[in-house]
């Protein structure tokens, strides 16, 4: 891979991670919602699922409006963070323990996700693409809203019942 020389091209290559993390990310939420056992973290899973596919097609405008193909360059950080959840899933045996494990995992993406996004809107609106801002803003607020539901679901009872599932181990 040829060295990173201007904003543009830094900016390029991290839209390309974004676009493979939220393509991996719809390919594993429908894994995840399915070893959840509180259907309140089920449904705020399966709708983010429907707006990490706006994401995806929310990146592909924005490359369409930098005149360039989508192209997707693999997301090391992505990888990990879902390959830490599918462990913690597959070695929590107690459903009220893995549901609080599920939305430290989720966080985990939505934060990477937040500090990428953040990047990339802040960078186009510095290259003078308002349009790509815009669009990459409205993500980042949704994926900021996730978080806070996540940590409300957290907050409002998924703890409380890993907590006294853990008092019964």
């Known amino acids: 891979m040829a060295?990173?020389?201007t904003l543009r091209e830094h900016c390029l290559n991290e839209l390309r991670d974004l676009y493979d993390a939220e393509n991996r990310i719809v390919g594993a939420l429908p894994k995840v919602a399915q070893?959840?056992?509180a259907k309140e973290l089920r449904k705020a899973l399966e709708?983010?699922?429907e707006q990490s596919k706006g994401h995806v097609h929310r990146l592909e405008k924005v490359f369409v409006n930098m005149n360039e193909d989508p192209r997707r360059?693999?997301?090391?950080g992505i990888k990990g963070i879902l390959a830490e959840g599918e462990a913690m899933i597959n070695d929590c045996d107690d459903a009220a323990v893995r549901d609080a494990g599920i939305i430290a995992a989720a966080q985990r993406v939505e934060h990477y996700e937040m500090a990428v996004y953040g990047s990339v809107r802040t960078?186009?609106?510095e290259l003078g693409d308002a349009e790509s801002a815009r669009v990459l803003q409205q993500t980042l607020d949704e994926?900021?809203?996730a978080d806070n539901k996540l940590s409300g679901l957290a907050?409002?009872?998924t703890n409380d019942r890993a907590r006294a599932?853990?008092?019964g181990a």
């Open 47 to 49: 709708e983010h699922l």
């Open 123 to 125: 960078w186009a609106d």
């Open 73 to 76: 360059k693999t997301c090391d």
């Open 155 to 157: 907050r409002s009872h």
């Open 3 to 5: 060295k990173v020389t």
């Open 143 to 145: 994926e900021k809203e």
């Open 35 to 37: 070893a959840v056992s």
């Open 165 to 167: 599932a853990s008092a």
